[in-house]
C-alpha cells in the first residue's frame, strides 16, 4: 500500500489543523492505521492509531484531548484531527499501516509510511 499524507502548513498557537492520509495500491480496511511526528533532532513519536473498523482508538498522552484520529475505509483515507495546537507540535507528520493485530505505538511495528507532511506552530 502507498500512503500519501498532506493538509500540513503554517498555523498559530490554538489553532487547529486536519492531516489526511490517503492510501492506494490496497483497501486500508486492512491495516491498524497510525499516525507520528518527529521534530528536528528528535526521535520519532507516536501520536495515535485507529483499528480497521475505526471502533476503537489509541492516543499519545501528549496529545490526549487535542488530536483525534479517524478513517473512511471508503475513501481509503485517514485523518488526523488537530485542534489547540503548541509550538511544540511542530514536526513533521507521518502516517503509517500496521497489517498486525494488536495496535503499537512502536515505530518499528508499522509496515508502510507516507512521505510526511510538515506542520509549523507559531507562538
Known amino acids: 500500500v502507498q500512503l500519501q499524507a498532506s493538509g500540513g502548513g503554517l498555523v498559530q498557537a490554538g489553532g487547529s489543523l486536519r492531516l489526511s492520509c490517503a492510501a492506494s495500491?490496497?483497501?486500508?480496511?486492512?491495516?491498524?492505521m497510525g499516525w507520528f511526528r518527529q521534530a528536528p533532532g528528535k526521535e520519532r513519536e507516536f501520536l495515535a492509531a485507529i483499528r480497521r473498523s475505526g471502533g476503537s482508538t489509541f492516543y499519545a498522552d501528549s496529545v490526549k484531548g487535542r488530536f483525534t484520529v479517524t478513517r473512511d475505509n471508503a475513501k481509503n483515507t485517514v485523518y488526523l484531527q488537530m485542534n489547540s495546537l503548541k509550538p511544540e507540535d511542530t514536526a513533521v507528520y507521518y502516517c503509517?499501516?500496521?497489517?498486525?493485530?494488536?495496535?503499537?505505538?512502536?515505530?518499528?511495528?508499522?509496515?508502510?509510511w507516507g512521505q510526511g507532511t510538515l506542520v509549523t506552530v507559531s507562538s
Open positions: 503509517a499501516a500496521d497489517h498486525g493485530v494488536l495496535i503499537t505505538a512502536s515505530p518499528s511495528g508499522y509496515d508502510y
Open positions: 495500491g490496497r483497501t486500508i480496511s486492512s491495516y491498524i
